[in-house]
């Protein structure tokens, strides 16, 4: 059995990661691909704890601690639940991944791209995503997206515009520095048109058809 896939999916809050999530799904399985879809932080029962911590707005979390509540909601979904479903063969979609941290925590909180990935690279144990698609949106947009919803604004979302225009930045500079992984897609497209073109950024990863590979 070959190993499945990782692919992440990336973006300012309110550029429509969980409707592609959906929507991958739904290609993939249509194409023979077995799919779990996830979301960071959570997942499984210890990280959706740690979710519930570092969402709520009553709480004072430093940035050095929020970045490390992050990482050890991702150790414990990388290691109960990410690696037994890749090993078993299935593509994962998982809605944030390190390069979250790497924007919010290392681009929006300053605290330096290294120093979070350094974090997160122990927490994962060096697990990377097969492919990442991320959903470019200008902040603004997303702002407007996120005061549309009826659930009040968490604790990151109450962050202030400054914020987001640095965590927009670091994704940026994530993009330019590793292109054949990062894939950028226009997240203010209808999301018929996203899920298009987020299928078309994960065409070579996609198993050959059995008649390609000889086999009547």
């Not at 299935?90 to 990935?117: E, K």
């Amino acid at each position: 059995m070959t190993s499945g896939r990782l692919i992440t999916i990336e973006g300012l809050d309110g550029a429509g990661k969980t409707t592609l999530a959906g929507g991958l799904a739904r290609e993939l399985a249509a194409r023979g691909v077995q799919t779990e879809s996830m979301r960071e932080p959570g997942g499984v029962e210890t990280s959706e704890r740690i979710r519930a911590l570092v969402m709520d707005p009553a709480l004072r979390v430093s940035a050095r601690a929020e970045a490390l509540l992050y990482a050890a909601a991702r150790a414990q979904l990388v290691e109960e639940a990410v690696e037994p479903l890749l090993a078993a063969g299935t593509w994962v979609l998982l809605d944030r991944f390190i390069d979250s941290s790497l924007a919010y925590q290392g681009g929006g909180r300053d605290l330096g791209l290294d120093a979070v990935r350094g974090v997160n690279q122990f927490a994962t144990g060096g697990l990377l995503p097969d492919r990442t698609l991320l959903l470019r949106l200008d902040p603004a947009a997303g702002r407007a997206r996120q005061a549309e919803r009826e659930a009040p604004p968490d604790r990151l979302e109450r962050s202030p515009d400054e914020f987001f225009a640095a965590v927009a930045a670091a994704y940026e500079e994530l993009a330019r520095e590793e292109p054949a992984r990062v894939r950028a897609i226009d997240a203010s497209q209808a999301p018929d048109a996203v899920l298009q073109d987020a299928v078309r950024a994960l065409v070579d990863l996609l198993p050959l058809p059995r008649t390609s590979r000889g086999i009547a």
